[in-house]
């Protein structure tokens, strides 16, 4: 019975069975008592009211009609054929009796009316209906059939199959409800049908605290998923475009199918619409749409079922009938999937932490033994998760392959994780209700002899950072020592990371001493300390902890605390801490000043700039040519690297420039194989990937991608799916030649330039100017007035300067009102050292002048009123004439 399809049965293939009990431990926790909704009062009213044999026995058809009619337009939330209701009353009579009389099995009687061409099985009722009708023979023990209460059943790993029988599918789905019950005899049915549906819609360890919709009992979409796919369909293809652009022959059949539908010849019209649309995908999608079709049916069924829909979705959604097809298909493709990350964190939940508070209650043996699932669940698999990630995305690539520290990472207890079981020798409890996951150097004797990047779980909340105790005697000496010597330049590696701003410092055996650290001096005597920490502490009741997001956020303090773990691994620190500190080659540092200096640029400019970075990671410096806006991008991004080369790509698009080149892509080479050449293609990264790799490694140091003449290449070529990713970064794609899983590091930063004025240039779509922040950068005489009384001009007449500003200014006031302020002249034309008459004219006659006739369309005879002794009037001096030598 292929349309009994898994609904959510992508929840199936990606997700790792869970555990039964530890989950309804959960849920009695979470949830004090399933939400009630009309449809659960529609199902345990009909027994008395219209669901019995003597209503059945008793009432003529126009009553039956409208009571079914009535529970139909409960239970579904989007019902396509109340009509068949009246037309089929007899029949219907029939397999409502047999569904409450008949001897045979329930599941046998189920599937008489719900498989296509069965005895009782009515064309237009499907297994939404039959779904609650059965609920309601017995509320109180039978399960509510529908796709997210099996989607529940089959990730408890009590549905293995979904078979295309509905005898035996609901069969096995009353198996697995009893399974539930028998492990939780306190639950109702009700409760059960809830917590079934909120464990099928788990994302993390936490059971879903919102109530089950509607549409969780239907087999079909809701009403507001219709909705959505209508404004997806309008988004890709306007109405009235489609009208404009159908051909007649589409036209004619779509006639001929109202024509059809509105004389009852339902054949006929659904001829028409198929030879409108002959694309069978459509055909193959509305089993998912309505529940009542299916294939096997006969054309005039088909034709009647498909005419209700469609009169419902015309009139219901103001659907246009050249829409029809394309909304069928857009409201059942499947929900898009997050492509699997590599050592996936599951997230803890709220029981972590209440398992671990019984633990500090001096529980026994016995007491595990009763609950060995949950703290397996609860607690083992997120610590397990937890470290490989972190191992996996940080430890290993950027702690042992860049900085060469060979920690130890295994996720077993004695290596990176602690041991559940305490060994005190039977002096208080068995069990350790703190665990850690600790990350220290192998060469070691264990984890207590070295400083550690560490995790600390405990029943108030997660612990992370940098730890330093009192049995790592060797380990303390060397960073005391170094903290000493060297306290200024850490100082300002960890200020440069924004330890001071993010992290708290600790002290004591517990690190229960908070201490407050602001300076060099404080560093010292803080690190004087026999049992340190410095990190963060996230409280149990936040929701990062329920997320993979805290792998993120713990790899980057991690990468923060680098410096100081760099104090206690390394004899001579200073290499590391000089370039985590930003420190150019004995140069001044390139901070605020330095920018202003540079740019002429405010204060209060660039803080609108880091605004806009924190709202969306990519920003386009867009003008006319001659503003500097390359300058810029180049000195913002030396200001966000703290003047860091290596942290900084430029790449400049042009109409050739490619995928291959930015993301990856295949590339021939000749490698020497047994002394003979052979070709291989390898796929090898772009500049994109490779700068990703780089800054995921590094993540507490921005990372800057300056992209010049943005425009000028083919975008949606050039970025492809990763457009995506420019505003998910949270999330992955699969690269098409790798086929690995990427996404965009938090940390790394887009600055793009655009010449709005380029004709050659492409004209960005509404999708990706939408992924970035646009800055306009104006002609600004302000900035070159700046400029030129830094750099004082070579001309013996002490007025040339101004007169330079206001030939600059009147010229593009004169352009901006003839032919648009898209048509002027950037200031940095005028930028030039030891500017005088001679070298004025050079540039307006070799930069200005062409800019100018490019403008004017080439029209040489309109250039005359744009020179300068035009624009100042007999008393500006004016630059050479086009055939005066620049030197006479």
């Known amino acids: 019975m292929n349309r009994l399809r898994h609904k959510t049965g992508r929840v199936r293939d990606r997700r790792q069975l869970l555990p039964l009990k530890p989950l309804i431990e959960l849920y009695r926790s979470a949830v004090s008592a399933p939400h009630p909704d009309p449809l659960c009062d529609a199902i345990r009213t009909a027994p008395a009211s219209w669901l019995n044999v003597a209503f059945l026995d008793t009432a003529d058809d126009g009553r039956l009609a409208g009571a079914i009619s009535g529970f139909m337009s409960a239970v579904n939330p989007l019902p396509f054929h109340l009509g068949v209701v009246e037309r089929r009353a007899p029949l219907l009579r029939h397999a409502l009796n047999h569904v409450l009389r008949g001897q045979d099995p329930l599941p046998d009687r189920l599937a008489r009316c719900v498989t296509p061409g069965e005895v009782y099985a009515v064309p237009g009722l499907g297994p939404t209906f039959w779904a609650a009708v059965v609920k309601a023979l017995d509320p109180a023990r039978l399960p509510f059939w529908s796709p997210a209460v099996e989607a529940g059943l089959t990730r408890l790993g009590l549905l293995p199959e979904l078979p295309a029988d509905t005898r035996v599918r609901f069969e096995r789905v009353m198996q697995g409800f009893e399974a539930v019950g028998t492990a939780a005899p306190d639950l109702s049915a009700w409760a059960i049908d809830d917590f079934l549906i909120r464990v099928g819609r788990m994302t993390s360890r936490e059971i879903p605290t919102e109530p089950p919709a509607a549409a969780d009992r239907s087999w079909s979409p809701d009403p507001e998923r219709i909705r959505a796919a209508v404004r997806e369909v309008r988004t890709r293809s306007p109405l009235r475009k489609r009208i404009r652009e159908v051909d007649s022959e589409t036209t004619a059949a779509l006639v001929r199918f109202q024509a059809a539908a509105r004389d009852g010849d339902f054949e006929t019209a659904w001829d028409a619409f198929r030879r409108a649309f002959p694309d069978a995908r459509w055909e193959h999608a509305l089993r998912h749409l309505d529940d009542a079709y299916s294939p096997s049916l006969s054309p005039t069924d088909r034709g009647r079922l498909w005419c209700e829909v469609a009169a419902v979705l015309r009139e219901r959604f103001r659907i246009h009938p050249l829409e029809l097809a394309d909304v069928v298909l857009a409201a059942t493709a499947p929900a898009e999937v997050e492509e699997p990350i590599d050592a996936a964190f599951g997230g803890f939940c709220s029981d972590t932490f209440a398992f671990l508070d019984d633990l500090s209650a001096a529980k026994g043996k016995e007491w595990m033994t009763d609950r060995r699932d949950r703290y397996q669940f609860v607690l083992r698999e997120p610590l397990v998760e937890l470290c490989e990630a972190l191992a996996g995305r940080y430890v290993l690539p950027v702690l042992g392959i860049e900085y060469g520290w060979d920690l130890e990472a295994a996720a077993r207890p004695g290596r990176a994780l602690t041991s559940i079981c305490k060994n005190d020798f039977g002096r208080s409890g068995p069990y350790q209700s703190v665990q850690w996951i600790t990350f220290y150097r192998r060469e070691q004797e264990n ?145 605020r000043a330095a920018f202003t200096r540079e740019t002429f640029l405010s204060d209060l400019w660039l803080d609108r700039i880091l605004g806009l970075l924190r709202l969306k990671r990519q920003l386009i410096f867009q003008g006319v040519p001659g503003t500097g806006k390359t300058h810029v991008g180049r000195c913002l991004a030396r200001f966000l690297t703290r003047d860091r080369a290596e942290n900084v790509r430029l790449v400049q698009f042009h109409p050739a420039y490619s995928y291959e080149e930015f993301v990856e892509g295949i590339r021939v080479r000749n490698v020497e194989v047994n002394g003979r050449s052979e070709v291989t293609y ?52 699969t690269l098409p030649y790798s086929k690995r899983s990427f996404r965009l590091p938090e940390n790394l930063l887009v600055v793009a330039t655009m010449n709005a004025a380029d004709r050659s240039a492409v004209a960005l779509d509404q999708a990706l100017r939408r992924r970035f922040s646009f800055v306009e950068m104006p002609p600004d005489p302000a900035i070159l007035a700046g400029w030129l009384e830094r750099h004082p001009p070579a001309d013996p007449e002490e007025a040339f300067g101004p007169r330079v500003v206001r030939v600059f200014e009147e010229l593009n006031r004169r352009l901006a009102r003839d032919l648009g302020p898209d048509r002027q002249v950037g200031h940095s034309f005028f930028m030039v050292p030891d500017l005088d008459a001679a070298k004025l004219a050079v540039v307006w006659e070799h930069h200005v002048r062409p800019l100018l006739l490019d403008y004017l369309g080439g029209r040489h005879e309109r250039l005359a009123q744009y020179e300068p002794e035009q624009l100042l009037g007999d008393r500006g001096r004016r630059p050479r004439s086009r055939h005066e030598p620049v030197g006479g």
């Not at 690190?527 to 936040?542: C, M, Q, R």
């Not at 000089?578 to 001044?588: F, K, L, W």
């Not at 140091?701 to 425009?711: A, G, K, Q, S, Y």
């Open 447 to 591: 984890r207590r002899a070295d400083a550690q990047f560490f995790i600390r779980v405990a029943a108030d909340g997660v612990r992370f950072g940098f730890h330093l105790g009192r049995s790592a005697r060797e380990a303390g000496k060397q960073f005391r020592r170094n903290v000493q010597e060297h306290a200024e330049v850490i100082h300002a590696a960890l200020a440069a990371g924004g330890v001071f701003d993010e992290c708290r410092f600790w002290a004591g055996d517990d690190l229960g001493s908070q201490v407050a650290v602001r300076t060099a001096a404080d560093l010292r005597q803080w690190a004087a300390n026999k049992t340190l920490g410095v990190g963060k502490h996230i409280p149990s009741d936040a929701p990062l902890l329920r997320r993979d997001e805290l792998v993120g956020e713990i790899l980057l303090t991690f990468d923060r605390l680098v410096p100081a773990f760099a104090c206690a691994a390394e004899l001579d620190p200073r290499p590391l801490l000089s370039r985590r500190a930003g420190a150019t080659d004995g140069g001044p540092p390139f901070d």
């Open 682 to 733: 390898p796929v090898e990264d772009g500049v994109l990937c490779a700068f990703a790799e780089q800054a995921a490694h590094r993540p507490s140091e921005p990372h800057v991608l300056v992209i010049d003449e943005f425009n000028r290449g083919n975008l949606p070529r050039i970025f492809g799916e990763l457009l995506y990713l420019l505003e998910y970064r949270d999330q992955a794609v």
